[in-house]
């Protein structure tokens, strides 16, 4: 007999006359049991729903997380209201339980980012990490960098997120920015062009409001009172979602060497970049929404930077290995994190110092240099200047310190942009999380497989793992457009704009390109097998031809190597890397986790429920113990 069966029995041994004598009835508390019963099957096959999603096997997208946590929710909440009526209000306290755990679920589920009413500006002396949602991840960052380790860093102030409020609510473009939006699909990259195109141009023919431009030029005097000229400027992205969780690296513009006369048409620019075609792939393909995207801007006192470019504290590759990697190039380091010069390269070890230079195969033929008046410009550079180091040991050495320093302070290792200026001086630029990975093979990849032609063995490796398809030559944005699923991007040099194809690509390969560049650390993130710097991969390769990309060797082989493919790493599932499946993810921790174990133990109570399961757990248990505790249960009815 089942359980719905004996309570049928049960009530049908009940007199009339007894039943109609109770306050609460045991017909009314039989039906209100089996509600509670079919409130508890609906909430586990919506919890079961959800768990499935969290498998990386299924497509989501935000209304069906908001609707099926919601779902969850009022059934457990329906459980509780059934269970009052069959116990006669005795866990009554179990509403707040719901109300609070419905809460918090909201926050997540539902949060949409609010700025805060604040100031236009904040000056670098007055920002640490905790200021982030202020002025974003990269300026919150180098105010720390300053105020609480000590290091050195240029001068400056941030234009708030406040601002960007105030500049949208004035010209009245929130709303103008969400048609075009809402119609986006991260795959129809002429689509992304298109409606990027249209929001940049709205953006950058609104006026800056007065009172914000007057800010702004205060601000700016300021961080000039400790020179007698005017001092030229770096008008940067901090965006609130860049260099935290997700990098969004190099898809904002910065621009260098600036004027005063030009800061504001520079900083309408860097809010227009948050619009730009990679930036809203990125941004549709990681799961964002409208309201995540918010642009504070950092403007620092211009380095006119003799050597500049990137260190990691740890190898991205071999997070075990005890050295900091720096790569260096002559002028600004703009060409090294653009991946548009094979950089010199610095391995200095964590004990004692010691230092390793590897030259470039090709040196650096031009370097990137400010203008006397405003602006940069690309210069020859004189091959007896090329061949001398970027950096002396101290130098080097200096850095590796100061990455060393980072990496104890936040925890994690640390990429970093930094600049000499022309005293030679260390000045850091940027810090952030490094994403770093941990392949273990049960047994080594073999380092040449006989009976296969390797057609590449040069270059740099900057995201490990294999690879196989039909090369595509990217020469022009428009070959985006038609790049293949499970194709190899060939390139002549790096760039972010390939994150429009990362979800689809096989591998990468270039001539030219850094490891420490903005488009290796998303190919990182895309876990997308990357050789850079191979000087002639596009004169060996052919449009069309079958490769196997072995980034584990440095090795390209003709045709497709089936000997690989069991070392050819499962990506994870791209959806596991989008804010929306994070958002899950720690939704559920609300929602499936069971604590309640025993019902003997003195912990099974109402107070003791820490998640939906919980609630679903204690209900179902109370409500099957008063229903067959059939002494009460005629004793209540009688009226004895």
């Given at each position: 007999m089942g359980l719905l069966d004996t309570i049928k029995f049960m009530f049908s041994m009940a007199d009339d006359d007894n039943i109609a004598a109770a306050s609460l009835p045991l017909k009314t508390r039989f039906e209100a049991f089996r509600r509670l019963l079919d409130n508890n099957n609906a909430a586990l096959t919506t919890m079961a729903d959800l768990g499935e999603k969290l498998s990386g096997e299924y497509l989501f997208d935000r209304t069906y997380v908001t609707s099926k946590t919601r779902e969850a929710a009022e059934h457990v909440g329906?459980?509780?209201?059934?269970?009052?009526?069959?116990?006669?209000?005795?866990?009554?306290?179990?509403?707040?339980?719901?109300?609070?755990?419905?809460?918090?679920?909201?926050?997540?589920?539902?949060?949409?980012?609010?700025?805060?009413?604040?100031?236009?500006?904040?000056?670098?002396?007055?920002?640490?990490s905790r200021d982030a949602a202020r002025v974003g991840g990269k300026m919150a960052n180098l105010g720390e960098l300053h105020s609480q380790v000590g290091l050195p860093v240029p001068n400056g102030f941030a234009i708030t997120a406040y601002a960007y409020r105030r500049f949208l609510e004035t010209n009245h473009l929130p709303d103008k920015i969400t048609e075009y939006l809402e119609r986006l699909e991260s795959g129809?990259?002429?689509?992304?062009?298109?409606?990027?195109?249209?929001?940049?141009?709205?953006?950058?023919?609104?006026?800056?409001?007065?009172?914000?431009?007057?800010?702004?030029?205060?601000?700016?005097?300021?961080i000039c009172s400790s020179s007698s000229a005017s001092l030229p400027v770096s008008v940067r992205s901090s965006a609130l979602q860049e260099d935290g969780d997700f990098s969004f690296a190099g898809q904002y513009s910065t621009f260098l060497n600036v004027t005063s006369t030009d800061i504001i048409s520079r900083y309408k620019d860097v809010l227009a970049s948050l619009f730009n075609q990679r930036a809203l792939f990125y941004w549709k393909s990681k799961g964002f929404q409208q309201f995540d995207m918010v642009m504070p801007v950092g403007i620092l006192?211009?380095?006119?930077?003799?050597?500049?470019?990137?260190?990691?504290?740890?190898?991205?590759?071999?997070?075990?290995?005890?050295?900091?990697?720096?790569?260096?190039?002559?002028?600004?380091?703009?060409?090294v994190v653009d991946g548009t010069v094979s950089p010199e390269t610095y391995f200095v070890s964590r004990n004692g110092g010691k230092v390793a230079r590897n030259a470039p195969q090709t040196l650096q033929q031009h370097m990137i240099v400010c203008t006397e008046a405003d602006g940069i410009e690309q210069r020859p550079l004189d091959g007896a200047i090329a061949a001398i180091p970027c950096l002396t040991d101290d130098q080097a050495r200096l850095l590796a310190g100061y990455a060393q320093k980072l990496e104890a302070h936040y925890g994690c290792p640390q990429d970093i942009e930094w600049a000499l200026d022309a005293a030679g001086t260390p000045i850091l630029l940027q810090s952030r999380p490094l994403r770093v990975f941990v392949r273990e093979q049960a047994r080594p990849v073999p380092?040449?497989?006989?009976?296969?032609?390797?057609?590449?063995?040069?270059?740099?490796?900057?995201?490990?793992?294999?690879?196989?398809?039909?090369?595509?030559?990217?020469?022009?944005?428009?070959?985006?457009?038609?790049?293949?699923?499970?194709?190899?991007?060939?390139?002549?040099?790096?760039?972010?704009?390939?994150?429009?194809?990362?979800d689809r690509a096989a591998a990468i390969i270039t001539d030219?390109?850094?490891?420490?560049?903005?488009?290796?650390?998303?190919?990182?993130?895309?876990?997308?097998?990357?050789?850079?710097?191979t000087a002639e991969a596009t004169r060996k390769l052919q449009q069309g031809q079958l490769v196997t990309v072995d980034a584990v060797n440095c090795n390209v082989y003709a045709g497709t190597v089936e000997e690989l493919r069991e070392f050819a790493e499962r990506k994870d599932d791209p959806i596991k890397g989008t804010q929306l499946f994070l958002t899950l993810e720690k939704a559920m921790k609300?929602?499936?986790?069971?604590?309640?174990?025993?019902?003997?133990s003195p912990d099974f109570s109402p107070s003791s429920c820490r998640t939906l399961h919980d609630i679903t757990r204690f209900s179902h248990e109370m409500a099957v113990r008063e229903l067959f505790d059939i002494e009460n249960i005629f004793a209540d009815n009688v009226g004895a």
């Open positions: 329906a459980m509780i209201t059934n269970l009052n009526i069959v116990c006669n209000k005795r866990y009554e306290g179990l509403h707040d339980c719901h109300t609070r755990i419905a809460g918090e679920l909201n926050d997540i589920i539902g949060h949409k980012e609010t700025i805060a009413d604040d100031v236009y500006t904040v000056s670098l002396d007055a920002l640490s129809d990259l002429a689509a992304l062009e298109a409606a990027s195109a249209s929001i940049q141009e709205i953006v950058k023919s609104s006026p800056v409001p007065d009172d914000l431009a007057e800010e702004i030029k205060k601000a700016y005097i300021q006192a211009m380095v006119n930077a003799r050597a500049g470019g990137v260190m990691y504290s740890r190898d991205p590759n071999n997070p075990a290995d005890e050295a900091v990697l720096i790569s260096a190039a002559h002028g600004l380091g703009l060409p380092t040449h497989v006989p009976g296969y032609d390797i057609v590449l063995s040069r270059g740099s490796i900057a995201c490990k793992g294999i690879g196989f398809g039909p090369v595509h030559f990217v020469r022009l944005d428009e070959d985006l457009q038609t790049f293949p699923s499970g194709g190899v991007l060939l390139a002549k040099h790096t760039s972010t704009k390939f994150v429009t194809v990362m030219v390109g850094s490891t420490t560049g903005h488009m290796a650390s998303l190919a990182r993130e895309y876990q997308i097998p990357t050789i850079l710097d609300l929602i499936t986790p069971l604590n309640l174990i025993d019902p003997q």
